[in-house]
């Protein structure tokens, strides 16, 4: 697990900052002799810098102010982190928490990294440790104020699957840290002490996360969008124990990778999402 380590980490001074780069433009030369016309070109998409905007800090993980593609400025607003960040501890393997009354508080940031409110929460709209990692804190406010109060947009959860060689960033509140690197793949089973993630992300080594780092979320460069959340690596080389997690492929074989991190994918909350932000968990899943 990516929560923080006790006793250590706490004199050290972990800044960093990513931004998606500029698109660059092109202009046609004329000539002296004869009017060339101008070249048609599609206009460039819109693409949001990925910096600390959105992002939050919690008392021991990190965290985000998520939307789904259909959630309206009116609706509760929902932070994303990890299960097994929630302030009554791990939730048991097989566990699934649903509409829990919750009063936590959550430090948002942004896009410097610089607390700019104190956002609470209402309930724990969901959260589990079976199959993948997640906690849906909802607010006691509303997208569009805490738009027009603090001017911070929510991030936006990708309604698709990942894909391998995608580059992204994985931005930690807590630690106002930005990692860089590529999905270099997918593990059929995570295997961690009693719990057990389906179709795990895996980071290539560039993405070192630490404790502290849980419940960041992994978004795309391209898009600025969310595609998964940040929750755990091997930590010194255990097989399938405690901060030390193994991949477990299809036909059961055991691989372990020291120094290797994971995040579970969020393409599944979009479609359990319904009008009002609530969580229906009869709604089918995506394929």
């Known amino acids: 697990m990516r929560k923080p380590l006790l006793g250590a980490l706490l ?6 900052a990513g931004a998606a780069p500029a698109a660059a433009t092109s202009h046609d030369a004329g000539t002296p002799t004869a009017t060339v016309p101008a070249r048609s070109t599609a206009p ?30 009116s609706d509760p607003a929902l932070v994303l982190s990890n299960g097994h960040c929630l302030e009554t501890g791990f939730p048991a393997a097989g566990q699934v928490i649903v509409d829990r009354a ?21 309930k724990i709209a969901y959260a589990t440790m079976t199959d993948t990692d997640i906690s849906l804190y909802q607010l006691t406010s509303t997208y569009a104020q805490i738009q027009n109060s603090y001017g911070i947009t929510a991030l936006e959860l990708n309604a698709a ?6 580059a992204i960033k994985v931005v930690s ?18 295997k961690e002490g009693s719990w057990t993630w389906k179709d795990s992300v895996r980071y290539t080594s560039a993405c070192d996360t630490i404790g502290g780092t849980s419940g960041s979320p992994v978004l795309d460069n391209t898009t600025g969008k ?16 405690l901060n030390n997690p193994c991949e477990v492929d299809q036909n059961g ?35």
């Open 11 to 16: 004199a050290l001074l972990l800044f960093g």
């Open 102 to 122: 919750s009063t936590r508080s959550f430090t948002l940031l942004n896009s410097a990294g610089t607390g700019v409110a104190t956002l609470r929460a209402s």
């Open 253 to 287: 074989t055991v691989t372990v990778r020291p120094g290797i991190n994971y995040a579970q994918e969020t393409y599944g909350i979009v479609a359990c999402v319904t009008t009002g932000n609530k969580i229906d968990l009869s709604l089918p899943e995506p394929r």
């Open 226 to 241: 969310v595609v998964a959340v940040n929750n755990t690596g091997n930590e010194d080389g255990g097989r399938c124990t």
């Open 173 to 190: 509140g807590y630690w106002k840290r930005v990692y860089s690197c590529s999905i270099d793949g997918f593990a059929y089973r995570l």
């Open 44 to 73: 460039a998409p819109t693409v949001r810098a990925i910096d600390f905007a959105g992002t939050v800090a919690l008392s021991n993980c990190s965290g985000s102010v998520v939307r789904t593609p259909g959630s309206q400025p």
């Open 161 to 166: 699957r990942p894909v391998q060689g995608t």
